[in-house]
């Protein structure tokens, strides 16, 4: 679980270096509200990275607290694919050629990690919060 959530964390942090310094390689649009749009997302993924990064430490620490991070992560994560997932779906983002494939194939992964991450924790509750 250590690795996924850092490699995830890792992925978000490399997405926005790619779309602040070479756009084009990740934007499925050039409209100015497609920008707009996804302008509005750096502060929530790094709150989701950050979520990630944290539970991952927690973990290998053995910190009960990595509960608490898991679950940040998880309800992060779901948070950021309904509202991507939505907006793709109503401007018809996945039917734009192979950046709308890899549009869909980052709300799929990014729902799945999501769930994972929050099952994964439920069910390990008992001994991620100790005796």
Same mark, same amino acid.
């Given at each position: 679980?250590?690795?996924?959530?850092?490699?995830?964390?890792?992925?978000?942090?490399?997405?926005?270096?790619?779309?602040?310094?070479?756009?084009?390689?990740?934007?499925?649009?050039?409209?100015?509200?497609?920008?707009?749009?996804?302008?509005?997302?750096? %502060?929530?993924?790094?709150?989701?990275? =950050?979520?990630? &990064? $944290?539970? @991952? *430490?927690?973990?290998? #620490?053995?910190?009960?607290?990595?509960?608490?991070?898991?679950?940040?992560?998880?309800?992060?994560?779901?948070?950021?694919?309904?509202?991507?997932?939505?907006?793709?779906?109503?401007?018809?983002?996945?039917?734009?050629?192979?950046?709308? %494939?890899?549009?869909?194939?980052?709300? =799929?992964?990014? &729902? $799945?990690? @999501? *769930?994972?991450?929050? #099952?994964?924790?439920?069910?390990?509750?008992?001994?991620?919060?100790?005796?």
């Amino acid at each position: 679980m250590r690795r996924l959530l850092w490699i995830t964390s890792i992925c978000t942090t490399a997405y926005w270096l790619a779309w602040f310094v070479h756009r084009p390689l990740v934007a499925t649009d050039v409209r100015p509200g497609y920008e707009e749009f996804v302008n509005a997302f750096p %502060v929530a993924d790094g709150w989701y990275a =950050v979520c990630l &990064a $944290a539970a @991952a *430490v927690s973990l290998s #620490r053995r910190r009960p607290v990595a509960l608490l991070w898991l679950f940040a992560a998880g309800g992060a994560g779901m948070f950021l694919a309904c509202i991507d997932v939505l907006y793709d779906i109503e401007h018809g983002i996945w039917g734009r050629g192979m950046s709308g %494939v890899l549009e869909f194939a980052i709300n =799929v992964a990014t &729902a $799945a990690i @999501a *769930v994972g991450v929050l #099952r994964w924790g439920w069910t390990r509750r008992r001994a991620l919060l100790g005796p």
